[in-house]
């Protein structure tokens, strides 16, 4: 195919005849029109019609056969999008936008938003999620030491800033959970019968039996507090 190059073109474009400057009109060469044919007449052929001298749809039929052969081939494969993003790939981009995997944040529903999984303890594939497993290696556990690693599980548990040095929680590594706890403390009681003392841990004062503070609580030692579902990003 190419453009009209016959005599009287003006860049490769037909234009008519112009008395008043002398101007003779396009030539319409044997050899644009044979090139122009065959284009067309090749592509009808090319869609598996065959050319039919009285119908004059068959190019628009061709056309349509050929898109249609295309899109039912590409929409018939398993995942006819490879390199695309799909809605779920778009929708959990857009929820950890900025966000690098192993981030933890805690949101007030109970299923985990796009992008995420439950901080729960779970083992996971360390090829599904090698991002994550980038991020956190082994830290929360190895699984089963080849496919699989474990996310830290933040089921019920309040979180701490390690300590990295400081020395306010010294003595913790990296990710390690650490028991309830109470400072060491002292009650002073009331004087009774003779003499007087203190009571620090399960002592009592002088002249009494069994004297103590009085139990009070519950099961643990906990401030108010909010439950939230805690997810990872991976």
């Not at 001298?53 to 349509?64: E, M, P, V």
Request: net charge negative; charged share 15%.
């Amino acid at each position: 195919m190419h453009r009209i190059d016959g005599a009287g073109n003006v860049g490769n474009m037909f234009v008519p005849e112009d008395v008043a400057t002398s101007r003779p009109p396009t030539e319409i060469t044997s050899e644009w029109m044979n090139s122009l044919q065959e284009e067309l007449a090749g592509f009808i052929e090319f869609s598996g019609l065959g050319l039919v001298k009285a119908d004059n749809t068959q190019l628009r039929q061709a056309i349509l056969a050929v898109v249609a052969a295309a899109v039912s081939g590409h929409a018939g494969g398993a995942d006819p999008h490879p390199v695309y993003a799909t809605d779920a790939d778009l929708a959990a981009a857009i929820a950890g936008a900025g966000l690098p995997a192993g981030t933890v944040i805690h949101v007030a529903r109970s299923t985990t938003p796009a992008g995420y999984l439950k901080a729960n303890g779970a083992a996971i594939s360390r090829t599904t999620y090698a991002y994550l497993f980038a991020a956190i290696g082994t830290t929360f556990g190895a699984g089963d030491g080849s496919t699989t690693f474990v996310v830290p599980d933040l089921r019920g548990e309040f979180l701490r800033g390690w300590d990295d040095g400081r020395g306010a929680d010294s003595g913790r590594a990296f990710g390690s959970a650490q028991a309830d706890d109470l400072k060491s403390h002292t009650h002073s009681l009331p004087q009774q019968s003779t003499g007087q003392g203190s009571v620090g841990g399960t002592g009592h004062p002088s002249g009494a039996t069994g004297a103590n503070s009085g139990a009070t609580g519950g099961t643990e030692t906990r401030p108010r507090n909010v439950a939230l579902l805690a997810c990872i990003k991976y």
